[in-house]
Structure formats: structure tokens, C-alpha cells
């Protein structure tokens, strides 16, 4: 097992149009990545400590390096700055097959002709591992995920979730030292997406190994890292464990991105009142900041602004009429079983609130119209505070 260790790792892709920029003229950005002089910056200044058996997630948008940055550490993309250490060996220059390290590809990369156990008994034999070890290595991790009753089948006649199996035990039968997954569920339909997700999470626990897994699926990263590094642009936002990064997010852009539906955004103000409190107006609603967030404001000595401010759909509240209320009128109703969706329009922005169908008594809550018009608020322990400027929460 092992450790892994990014300090300021960079990615360049030089400039191939031979393009100069005019001196003082600013770095462009294209497709959110900063060109410089030299070419395209895809990943910034990354770095990152993964202990020892340690569940690793990148995760963010396309385009925001976190395939660039495991394929860094796998050796597939040249690191064209910073340092990568393995077990604290540096990396840098190690070839990819002398790096202790599995890869699982989005799209499985399993060679047609061969069966599911040529499949994975194929980098042991190039090892020259002696046939004992590679049929009780084969047979053991086809025991772990399963799939020993197709061991002599070809790819064609398996199943995608299958197929993502044998790709996995592929990469088990090397008992690696830092196991690398590369989106590995993203062709696969909703129902066997959330069966794998458990699959992945059994096999953590018997193979016992360090992970680093990249996704774009926020539903995979908050279910299956112990902690989640979320990146845009190349750059990393935040780094924390997944209830961490809900509960406090760094920024809006990390806000946004974890949580489902995203988070609700409106134009604010950060006010403080007569006692020292802060508190935040929202149209008709004045509502005064929990303790903790109190705390953590006055530690920073935040001054009253002009804000973003941030509210969950989950912790939106309805209300009966009154003078504290938000006012919105619905756009879309949407079904969703246990729970309502409803779009609204209010305070200039779009919102989502998920309204539960029954109450704790057991009755319909279920009777929103299109064109209804509704009140809310909120409480003052799920306000999150954006700089309107940077986007930064206020808080930290």
C-alpha cells in the first residue's frame, strides 16, 4: 500500500500555433483554461497529500484536469512541473509499468479475442508470474466481484456492468499499491451506475488499497471518498471530506457544484444590527445568522455588503402570508416521488424547493399549481455568505 504526494504539480500543453502575445497584454482564457505565452495550463499548482489506504475523489466539470491529473500520476501525461512522489519515491521519470500502480479506463479497454480470465491473467503472464499464482489470483478476484460464473466467456457476450468488472479485476490481480479509476461508470445506465457505486465500496473494504478516482458525478464522489478534492479550471477549490465541503463550501462555484439540485442564489445584503448580530435581508425577509456562522464572521471582522447569498432547496421553509416572507410564483411542478419539486420565480433569480408529499402525520402535502404563488424563508443556520467580488465564503 502506499502513499501519494502531488506538491505544485503543473500541466502544460505547449503552444503549438506559435501564436506571441504582445508584452502587457493579459493571459487569454479559452474554454476557462489560462493560455500563456508557453501554451495551455490544464492543471495549477496542484497539490495534494493521499494517505495510505486513503479513498480519494477528484471531482468537477469537464475540462477541469482531473483526468490530466490522473493521468499524471499514472505516468500517461508527461508532468511538465512540480513533483509526484509514490511511497515517498519520486515519480517524475519512473515509466508507467514500474510505478506499482492499476488503472480502470472509462470505456474498459478489454481485449475482444480474449476471455474474461485471459483478460485478467494477461499483465501477470507478461510478468511471467508462474501459472499457480496467476490462476489463484484470477479466481480470487473473480470470487471478490463476482463474476466467476463468466470467466469463460468473451466481452461481446457480457453485460456493461460486467464488462466494468472484469476491467476491475484486471487491475486487482496486480495488487497494486495505489489503485487508479478514470470516470469508470459513466457508460453505464442509472440503475447499474448505483449498483457499482456499492460494488466499488465493497471492494474497498476487501482489497484494502489506496484509491484515487475521478469523476464529474457528484453523486459519486459525495457516496464514495473519504475525502473529495474539487477542481475548475485547473485549479483545485476545495479539499475536504464530502459533508464538509456540503456544509461549508469555500466558495460559490463549490456550492454549486456539490449538492442536488444545486444550491439557490440570490443578490443580498450582509447587514449587522444594533446588538453587533449580523443578519441578512432578502426582499421582505430579515433574518438573523446562527452562532457558529456569528463566530466565524466576527473572526474575520466582516464589514456589511452587498452579497451572495446562498440557500440550499432542501432548507428552504414554507410559510403562510406575512411581512418576513420571500414571495415567488411556481413555474414547474416535478413529481419526484417522496418529495416535490417546485421552480419558482422569485427575487429576480430562478429557485428550486423540495417540498416533502407527506407531512409527519401522514397527509397529502402535495397541491402546487402552476402559476401559484408561494412565500418562504429560511433559517439562519443554512444562509451561506459569497463574496460578491471573488466568491468566496465570508465565513473562512
Same mark, same amino acid.
Given at each position: 500500500m502506499a502513499t501519494v504526494s502531488l506538491k505544485s504539480i503543473k500541466k502544460l500543453y505547449p503552444n503549438t500555433e506559435g501564436k506571441k502575445k504582445k508584452k502587457g497584454e493579459e493571459p487569454e482564457k479559452k474554454h476557462n483554461l489560462q493560455i500563456t505565452d508557453e501554451g495551455v495550463l490544464a492543471v495549477q499548482d496542484f497539490n495534494l497529500e493521499i494517505a495510505d489506504k486513503e479513498f480519494v475523489v477528484l471531482v468537477g466539470p469537464s475540462g477541469c484536469g482531473k483526468s490530466t491529473t490522473l493521468r499524471m500520476i499514472a505516468g500517461l501525461e508527461e508532468i511538465s512541473g512540480g513533483e509526484l512522489y509514490i511511497d515517498g519515491k519520486l515519480m517524475n521519470d519512473v515509466a508507467p509499468?514500474?510505478?506499482?500502480?492499476? =488503472?480502470?479506463?472509462?470505456?474498459? !479497454?478489454?481485449?475482444?479475442? =480474449?476471455?474474461?480470465?485471459?483478460?485478467? !491473467?494477461?499483465?501477470?503472464?507478461?510478468?511471467?508470474?508462474?501459472?499457480?499464482?496467476?490462476?489463484?489470483?484470477?479466481?480470487?478476484?473473480?470470487?471478490?466481484?463476482?463474476?466467476?460464473?463468466?470467466?469463460?466467456?468473451?466481452?461481446?457476450?457480457?453485460?456493461?456492468?460486467?464488462?466494468?468488472?472484469?476491467?476491475?479485476?484486471?487491475?486487482?490481480?496486480?495488487?497494486?499499491?495505489?489503485?487508479? =479509476?478514470?470516470?469508470?461508470?459513466?457508460?453505464?445506465?442509472?440503475?447499474?451506475?448505483?449498483?457499482m457505486r456499492a460494488e466499488i465500496i465493497k471492494l474497498r473494504s476487501r482489497i484494502d488499497t489506496t484509491f484515487i478516482y475521478v469523476t464529474h458525478d457528484q453523486t459519486e464522489a459525495m457516496t464514495l471518498g473519504d475525502r473529495i478534492v474539487i477542481m475548475k479550471d485547473g485549479v483545485i477549490q476545495q479539499v475536504g471530506t464530502p459533508q464538509e465541503v456540503f456544509n461549508h463550501p469555500a466558495n460559490a462555484f463549490v456550492a454549486g457544484f456539490i449538492g442536488m439540485p444545486q444550491m439557490n442564489f440570490y443578490d443580498a445584503e450582509l447587514v449587522r444590527e444594533a446588538d453587533g448580530k449580523y443578519a441578512v435581508n432578502l426582499e421582505n425577509a430579515h433574518v438573523v445568522l446562527s452562532d457558529e456562522k456569528q463566530a466565524n464572521l466576527k473572526a474575520h471582522d466582516v464589514a456589511p455588503q452587498s452579497i451572495t447569498l446562498g440557500v440550499r432547496p432542501e432548507h428552504i421553509m414554507l410559510a403562510g402570508s406575512g411581512t418576513q416572507m420571500i414571495h415567488g410564483v411556481v413555474d414547474v411542478s416535478e413529481m419526484m416521488g417522496s418529495a416535490v419539486h417546485l421552480h419558482l420565480r422569485a427575487c429576480g433569480r430562478d429557485t428550486i424547493i423540495i417540498v416533502q408529499t407527506m407531512d409527519l402525520q401522514g397527509e397529502n402535502n402535495v397541491d402546487f399549481g402552476i402559476g401559484q404563488p408561494i412565500e418562504f424563508t429560511f433559517g439562519g443556520n443554512v444562509a451561506h455568505v459569497f463574496s460578491k467580488e471573488t466568491g468566496r465564503n465570508l465565513e473562512f
Amino acid at each position: 500500500m502506499a502513499t501519494v504526494s502531488l506538491k505544485s504539480i503543473k500541466k502544460l500543453y505547449p503552444n503549438t500555433e506559435g501564436k506571441k502575445k504582445k508584452k502587457g497584454e493579459e493571459p487569454e482564457k479559452k474554454h476557462n483554461l489560462q493560455i500563456t505565452d508557453e501554451g495551455v495550463l490544464a492543471v495549477q499548482d496542484f497539490n495534494l497529500e493521499i494517505a495510505d489506504k486513503e479513498f480519494v475523489v477528484l471531482v468537477g466539470p469537464s475540462g477541469c484536469g482531473k483526468s490530466t491529473t490522473l493521468r499524471m500520476i499514472a505516468g500517461l501525461e508527461e508532468i511538465s512541473g512540480g513533483e509526484l512522489y509514490i511511497d515517498g519515491k519520486l515519480m517524475n521519470d519512473v515509466a508507467p509499468k514500474d510505478r506499482d500502480i492499476a =488503472m480502470v479506463f472509462q470505456n474498459y !479497454a478489454l481485449y475482444p479475442h =480474449m476471455t474474461v480470465y485471459e483478460n485478467m !491473467a494477461f499483465s501477470l503472464k507478461l510478468k511471467k508470474t508462474p501459472k499457480e499464482e496467476i490462476d489463484r489470483k484470477v479466481k480470487e478476484a473473480a470470487q471478490i466481484l463476482d463474476i466467476t460464473e463468466y470467466l469463460d466467456r468473451k466481452p461481446k457476450a457480457l453485460s456493461g456492468g460486467q464488462r466494468q468488472r472484469v476491467a476491475i479485476g484486471r487491475a486487482i490481480v496486480r495488487d497494486p499499491k495505489v489503485f487508479l =479509476m478514470d470516470e469508470p461508470l459513466s457508460n453505464l445506465d442509472a440503475k447499474l451506475r448505483n449498483q457499482m457505486r456499492a460494488e466499488i465500496i465493497k471492494l474497498r473494504s476487501r482489497i484494502d488499497t489506496t484509491f484515487i478516482y475521478v469523476t464529474h458525478d457528484q453523486t459519486e464522489a459525495m457516496t464514495l471518498g473519504d475525502r473529495i478534492v474539487i477542481m475548475k479550471d485547473g485549479v483545485i477549490q476545495q479539499v475536504g471530506t464530502p459533508q464538509e465541503v456540503f456544509n461549508h463550501p469555500a466558495n460559490a462555484f463549490v456550492a454549486g457544484f456539490i449538492g442536488m439540485p444545486q444550491m439557490n442564489f440570490y443578490d443580498a445584503e450582509l447587514v449587522r444590527e444594533a446588538d453587533g448580530k449580523y443578519a441578512v435581508n432578502l426582499e421582505n425577509a430579515h433574518v438573523v445568522l446562527s452562532d457558529e456562522k456569528q463566530a466565524n464572521l466576527k473572526a474575520h471582522d466582516v464589514a456589511p455588503q452587498s452579497i451572495t447569498l446562498g440557500v440550499r432547496p432542501e432548507h428552504i421553509m414554507l410559510a403562510g402570508s406575512g411581512t418576513q416572507m420571500i414571495h415567488g410564483v411556481v413555474d414547474v411542478s416535478e413529481m419526484m416521488g417522496s418529495a416535490v419539486h417546485l421552480h419558482l420565480r422569485a427575487c429576480g433569480r430562478d429557485t428550486i424547493i423540495i417540498v416533502q408529499t407527506m407531512d409527519l402525520q401522514g397527509e397529502n402535502n402535495v397541491d402546487f399549481g402552476i402559476g401559484q404563488p408561494i412565500e418562504f424563508t429560511f433559517g439562519g443556520n443554512v444562509a451561506h455568505v459569497f463574496s460578491k467580488e471573488t466568491g468566496r465564503n465570508l465565513e473562512f
